[in-house]
């Protein structure tokens, strides 16, 4: 076999076995992988129904209700094109509050409104933990 032919054989497997990888990888991500929708996504569209999606936007205002029982509550997520009623039972984050970001991880149901079973909450950039804010260590060093 020639070398130019030995190098063709070489790369042609190496693609083959990226192929393989990616294939595998594509396959396990399948029944793990959440996709992700805003509230003006699935409006007057058919809902993803039976499925584990992660639905996004802000907490409308005013919308926090929270029941007798302590661990429920319901709100409504917005992304300023359409709103979405969530339910949700469990512990919520700290920074979960009316008027904030957070991600809502669960199943749509067919009257449209979301039951989650995980809740997240979003930050912006500026985000400090109280315990660090104002205890910046200062240095001298920097200045010029």
Known sequence: MKPK????????????AIAGASGLALSALKDEAAFFYSPGD???????????????????AGSIVRAADGVSIRFI??????????SFRGVTPDLFKEGSGAVAEGQ?????SFVADNLLAKHDERYMPPQME???????????
């Not at 699935?42 to 409308?60: F, Q, S, T």
């Not at 749509?108 to 449209?112: L, M, P, R, S």
């Not at 104002?134 to 060093?141: A, L, R, T, V």
């Open 77 to 86: 997520v917005t992304d300023g094109k359409a709103k979405t009623p969530v």
């Open 42 to 60: 699935v409006a007057g569209k058919p809902l993803p129904l039976g499925k584990n999606v992660r639905l996004g936007g802000m907490v409308e």
């Open 134 to 144: 104002g205890k910046m260590h200062k240095s001298d060093s920097l200045e010029q």
């Open 108 to 112: 749509f149901q067919a009257d449209g």
């Open 5 to 16: 032919h030995q190098r063709l054989a070489l790369g042609l497997a190496a693609l083959a």
